[in-house]
């Protein structure tokens, strides 16, 4: 019985290990409060932590200092084109407030839930439209 009992064990801690891996590797677009502002002579440019070291990047050459703390998330989307896959983030401001920010992904991004219509997440929450 202890053979049994040890096999279990050892796939239980198996399949925890999987299911960590899977919530690792899902992500989603960054909340405005981790979005970085930098005036850089064309406006504004963006940038915000991502995993594996990567960074999402953005800029607005009409923005105003004031628009990034005016914006919520609006939408995320999921772009492939000849050369490259990336995910876009909308955020809009009840103005003309918009900042964009988009990660290039390798392999291309694939949605994750039920928030998401094809390539398209349009909910006022980013945590919902996750992606791996």
């Given at each position: ?21 899977a919530y690792a590797a899902t992500t989603a ?104």
């Amino acid at each position: 019985m202890t053979k049994s009992l040890t096999t279990m064990s050892a796939g239980i801690i198996t399949m925890m290990a999987l299911m960590g891996n899977a919530y690792a590797a899902t992500t989603a677009c960054p909340a405005v409060s981790d979005i970085k502002q930098t005036a850089d002579g064309n406006g504004f440019s963006y940038t915000a932590a991502a995993p594996n070291g990567q960074q999402w990047v953005g800029g607005n050459p009409m923005a105003d200092e004031s628009d990034l703390k005016n914006v919520t998330f609006k939408m995320a989307a999921i772009r492939t084109n000849a050369s490259k896959t990336f995910v876009a983030c909308d955020y809009e401001g009840k103005k003309d407030e918009a900042v964009r920010m988009s990660l290039t992904t390798k392999p291309a991004a694939k949605p994750v839930g039920t928030a998401w219509k094809g390539n398209e997440c349009k909910e006022n929450n980013q945590e919902l439209c996750t992606f791996e």
